[in-house]
């Protein structure tokens, strides 16, 4: 009796010790999810927000992470917070596979071949809108009707990373020609960049413009804080040819709009123009460098089956257009 009565006490403890470890296992993904969502909105109280759980549990559970790592994860400044160089570290290795556990779901019916719900957050400026996703994005929502597509209008591409960065966007499509190091960057398609004027424009009759002939006359041109500006400034003052803006306003419609009412004249990227519009067009290849759009990646970010298929929807788009365009210069 003796013997029985020691195994069961020693089949008891070790029956005792088991959950330990799974306890100690669910815990720590709690942990890096607050963790990870602290370090995206710089901010305990809208990490609780996103994750539905109380600020106090959000601070306990990013101290236990902090104690059991033997490290300070965060700088801490008032009601904002800040990554250590040992949080940046543990945030590349966690975020990936935190948002990999999130979404485990969707990615097990996609590796089944049902893709057939979930949402994909796209974010882009008014121009990539209206004239670079249309098409692909005409032909993926075709193939699956039932993922809710959110196009998120940015305004710069400072308003689109801080999307990316804040995870509130999967990806950004759009035109970058500074790359930050958390970014990657991934060019599809390529556009010329063209000055436009009214048809009874002085210049409207010339075969060919120069800066010199831009120069006397007022151009309308997007706020000093957007690329084309910054562009058109860089270029001008290489060459030493002084410039005038007669007109700021955002947006190529609202642009090529003013142009036509003969408000100014404008330097355009050729995107925007589809034959239309009552304008003349004269390209600048010889002064300004042609500009790209593509696909804009936070650097280690988990993709979604549904973000993973419109990227490969919206590269096989521009693929194809571009061996037409090949085949017609040919």
């Known amino acids: 009796m003796l013997t029985?009565?020691?195994?069961?006490?020693?089949?008891?403890?070790?029956?005792?010790?088991?959950?330990?470890?799974?306890?100690?296992?669910?815990?720590?993904?709690?942990?890096?999810?607050?963790?990870?969502?602290?370090?995206?909105?710089?901010?305990?109280?809208?990490?609780?927000?996103?994750?539905?759980?109380?600020?106090?549990?959000?601070?306990?559970?990013?101290?236990?992470?902090?104690?059991?790592?033997?490290?300070?994860?965060?700088?801490r400044r008032g009601p904002k917070i800040r990554l250590t160089p040992e949080g940046e570290i543990l945030f590349k290795l966690s975020?990936?596979?935190?948002?990999?556990?999130?979404?485990?779901?969707?990615?097990?019916?996609?590796?089944?071949?049902?893709?057939?719900?979930?949402?994909?957050?796209?974010?882009?400026?008014?121009?990539?809108?209206?004239?670079?996703?249309?098409?692909?994005?005409k032909h993926f929502m075709a193939q699956h009707p039932k993922i809710r597509v959110k196009l998120h209008n940015v305004t710069g591409g400072r308003d689109g990373l801080s999307r990316l960065r804040a995870d509130e966007a999967d990806f950004a499509v759009g035109s970058m020609i500074e790359v930050p190091d958390d970014i990657v960057y991934k060019p599809l398609v390529t556009y010329s960049p063209a000055l436009i004027v009214p048809t009874d424009h002085p210049l409207a009759k010339k075969k060919r413009v120069t800066l010199e002939d831009i120069s006397p006359y007022g151009l309308i041109l997007p706020p000093p804080s957007l690329t084309t500006w910054r562009m058109v400034d860089l270029v001008f003052r290489q060459h030493e040819v002084k410039f005038k803006t007669a007109l700021q306003a955002g947006g190529w419609e609202v642009i090529k709009r003013y142009v036509e009412l003969g408000l100014g004249i404008s330097i355009v990227t050729d995107v925007c123009l589809t034959g239309e519009e009552k304008l003349v067009k004269f390209p600048l290849n010889e002064y300004?460098?042609?500009?790209?759009?593509?696909?804009?990646?936070?650097?280690?970010?988990?993709l979604s089956p549904q973000?993973?298929?419109?990227?490969?929807?919206?590269?096989?788009?521009?693929?194809?257009?571009?061996?037409?365009?090949?085949?017609?210069?040919?």
């Open 288 to 302: 300004f460098p042609t500009r790209s759009y593509g696909l804009v990646l936070r650097r280690g970010k988990y």
């Open 4 to 75: 029985i009565r020691l195994t069961n006490i020693e089949t008891t403890e070790i029956e005792m010790a088991s959950p330990t470890p799974v306890h100690y296992k669910q815990n720590r993904l709690k942990q890096l999810r607050a963790f990870c969502h602290a370090a995206q909105t710089g901010s305990i109280s809208e990490a609780a927000e996103k994750i539905f759980l109380s600020q106090p549990t959000v601070s306990l559970q990013i101290q236990a992470l902090e104690r059991e790592l033997e490290t300070v994860l965060f700088e």
């Open 95 to 137: 975020q990936p596979l935190v948002e990999g556990m999130d979404k485990l779901h969707e990615t097990f019916a996609a590796q089944q071949g049902l893709l057939e719900s979930g949402e994909l957050n796209i974010a882009a400026g008014e121009s990539t809108i209206l004239y670079v996703l249309p098409s692909p994005l």
């Open 307 to 330: 973000a993973k298929r419109f990227i490969d929807t919206l590269e096989a788009y521009y693929e194809g257009a571009d061996a037409h365009q090949e085949q017609g210069n040919e």
